[in-house]
């Protein structure tokens, strides 16, 4: 009798905004998005790689760690931290292109999500950070979703009380959006 494929495994590498901030284990991304590709028929297991705080420096430091879990595709959230700290969008650029030949390395597509700078940092750093996400989906061609917090940053509904983080409502949000994308995910995936 043939066995069943085992699960896909798929990374979810990021910050607070993957870990799940604020909310229930099964309310983080990661869990939310394996339930809506479950829903799906699609036999997925996210690994909730998140690390609340986290930096893209961070993020780099521990891929040996993520790397670890052997997983098939990866979806990396990092830069929001960089971001609200004013991080030079050079070395925001140099981390992530840095993890990204690393998947690349180890045959791991990847879904790159995109973030945007506060506007207390000037029109100009806005602008300079946020071009570092698509340049870089560009250069690696990868799957790239450009906003992360897509419908739900700024909507007290859908963000704890902090205005930052997503509530579980906003989750299922961000999960709703990114779907198509993670998709397309999956299918650069396929053997």
């Known amino acids: 009798m043939a066995q069943a494929a085992p699960a896909i495994r798929i990374l979810a590498l990021g910050d607070s905004l993957t870990a799940g901030f604020g909310l229930a284990p099964e309310e983080a991304f990661p869990a939310r998005l394996e339930r809506a590709l479950r829903a799906e028929g699609k036999d997925v297991s996210l690994i909730n790689a998140g690390v609340s705080g986290d930096t893209t420096a961070g993020g780099k430091a521990r891929l040996d760690w993520a790397l670890a879990a052997k997983p098939q595709l990866a979806i990396l959230e990092l830069g929001a931290n960089d971001g609200l700290r004013g991080l030079d969008p050079r070395l925001t650029h140099a981390n992530l292109d840095s993890i990204l030949k690393r998947f690349k390395a180890a045959g791991v597509p990847v879904l790159l999500t995109g973030m945007l700078a506060p506007p207390n940092y000037g029109k100009e ?3 300079e950070f946020k071009a570092v996400f698509a340049r870089l ?3 690696h061609d990868v799957v790239f979703y450009p906003f992360f917090l897509d419908g739900v940053a ?3 509904r859908l963000c704890l009380p902090d205005g930052l983080h997503p509530n579980a ?3 299922d949000v961000i999960v709703e959006r990114i779907l ?3 998709r397309k ?3 650069r995936g396929k053997p």
């Open 125 to 127: 750093f806005e602008a």
């Open 137 to 139: 989906a560009a250069e």
């Open 154 to 156: 700024g909507d007290p």
């Open 169 to 171: 409502k906003g989750v």
């Open 180 to 182: 198509p994308s993670v």
């Open 185 to 187: 995910l999956l299918e």
